[in-house]
């Protein structure tokens, strides 16, 4: 059976690891398990992996805040919590620092196949997205080559503005398509997630003006929370931006921090 994909299980549970191993691993997944978040990121140093599960009560470093390093370190990897259901509440708010979704335990193996094969399908998938980017890549060069002695690519670019204003977002060098998800900056093509795309359309659509930690999470994602709250899912999705369109995101050119409010786009 071919490997349909590499995930990693991080939880303190033996039973529940080797249970939810073996339902992965017939269905056709690598599996690799570890009990605990310092072994956790060790493996993640040694290997890519398509998807993890997180348990966020574990002894030492819990599963909350080992999701912040996962998605500092690892944006790309979708993270699908294990809760119990008095722990609901804990995983709504996980999601909103960036995991997936989530399972109750005990699990149903027809509910972990079913939404483990959704979320490797999604278009935002690491996979399916290097796919989309290679292609529209193509696309440009065999428009590029029909056009060379006419139309440069931002005159292309100009023009399916313009086509279909509804569709696409411009502002300075940036152009968002919004049906696809998909950027261009300084006529080249760059790749985000779902989610950190929705922030970079904030951003656009206020500047030149600042933008509020409060007003970028709920425009961006639709929870109403509070300042500090804010401040902190607004930081990593900023940072993945930063991680994309800035040369050094360290000195960010782009998006820049507004100190105690918010972040605001330098066109």
Not at 197 to 217: G, K, Q, W
Not at 227 to 255: G, L, M, N, Q, S
């Amino acid at each position: 059976m071919s490997n349909k994909g590499n995930i990693l299980i991080i939880d303190d549970d033996d039973s529940l690891r080797s249970t939810l191993a073996m339902i992965l691993q017939k269905a056709g997944y690598l599996v690799t398990t570890a009990e605990n978040a310092e072994i956790a990121l060790n493996i993640l140093q040694g290997g890519i992996y398509d998807l993890s599960f997180l348990d966020l009560k574990m002894p030492g470093m819990d599963g909350t805040e080992l999701l912040v390093h996962l998605k500092d370190d690892f944006p790309d990897m979708p993270v699908l919590i294990l809760t119990a259901h008095a722990s609901l509440d804990s995983s709504i708010k996980a999601i909103r620092y960036g995991a997936k979704d989530y399972l109750l335990k005990p699990m149903d193996p027809e509910d972990v196949l079913r939404k483990v094969e959704q979320l490797l399908d999604d278009k935002d998938h690491p996979r399916k997205r290097r796919g989309v980017v290679s292609q529209i890549q193509l696309l440009l060069e065999e428009l590029g080559e029909i056009h060379q002695n006419n139309k440069s690519t931002d005159d292309m670019i100009n023009d399916m503005v313009q086509t279909d204003p509804l569709r696409f977002l411009r502002r300075g060098r940036f152009v968002l398509d919004l049906d696809t998800k998909r950027v261009t900056f300084i006529d080249q093509i760059i790749d985000l997630p779902s989610t950190s795309f929705d922030y970079l359309a904030v951003l656009i659509r206020h500047a030149p003006n600042p933008v509020s930690y409060e007003t970028l999470v709920m425009e961006a994602q639709g929870y109403h929370v509070d300042p500090i709250e804010a401040r902190d899912i607004a930081r990593w999705r900023v940072h993945e931006v930063r991680k994309v369109i800035e040369f050094d995101p360290k000195d960010p050119k782009y998006v820049l921090t507004v100190r105690g409010y918010g972040y605001q786009l330098e066109e």
